[in-house]
Every structure is written in structure tokens, then in C-alpha cells.
């Protein structure tokens, strides 16, 4: 006989619907100042992640790994990001197999413009609601899940 699911309880059910609906309406709400600039809210992750590395670039694997997307989904979004020109392409000098994203100076550029209002509005709709405790606690609660998250299911 299966084990029977081990159901939320009341407190439980209430903070992860919470989560869930914070996530998508935050993502909603950063998404319509990005869009001013022709970005989605994924494209911005790219962009900034990339943008924090020294030459602006990751291999794909690396990239997927931080941003916690499936290769397949990532490709996909890289290769229309590099239609777009906000991005490119190369091979890996070290491992035929393995591809750069680099941040091209057109995507700098986006990035550049559309960093300053991402940032107001993250600081509108998420943190000036938060006391300074409740960052702490929250990124010590997100850094206990991601660890979790990134561990090999058994």
C-alpha cells in the first residue's frame, strides 16, 4: 500500500498559497516596467546574471544552475534572447561541447536602462513592506530551501 500524502496543515496551506501568489503577482508587477524596454521578466534574470560576471559571460550549464532552469528551457530562451540581439553565443575553447551566453553591448545596454526602475520597484512592492528582521529571516528561510534544492534527490 502507497503511504498516504501528508497533507498541509491550516498554517502551512496559508503561507504557501501565500508564496505562490506573491511569487506570481510580484513577477507580474516587475514584468510591466520591463516590458517598457522590450524585456520579459526572465530575459532580466539573463541579463543581470550574466552582467555580474566580470566578461559577462557563463556557460549554459552554469547558467541554468544559478537561475534553477532546465538546459533545455534555457536554451530555448537564449536562442530567442539572441535573435533579439541582447545576447550571443560562442563555443567553450576548453570542452567542445559546452557554449558560452555572453551579454552583448546592446543587452548591456538594456540592462543599464532598465536596472534603475526594476530596482525602485522592487524596493516598492517587496521591500519597504518588510522590517529589516524580516529580510534576515527571509533570506536565511530561502537559503535553508535553496540549499535544500540543490541537493541530488535520493
Known sequence: MANSPQWLSADQLRAWRGLSLMHLQLQARLGRHLADFGLSYQDY??????SDQVDGRRRVVELSDELGWEKSRLSH???????RGLVAKAPCPSDQRGIYVMLTSEGRDILRRAAPGHADDVQRYFFRRLSDQQVLTLASITDEVLAGLSERPD
Not at 530562451?77 to 535573435?83: D, Q
Open 45 to 50: 534574470l539573463v541579463l543581470a546574471t550574466l
Open 77 to 83: 530562451h537564449i536562442t530567442r534572447m539572441c535573435e
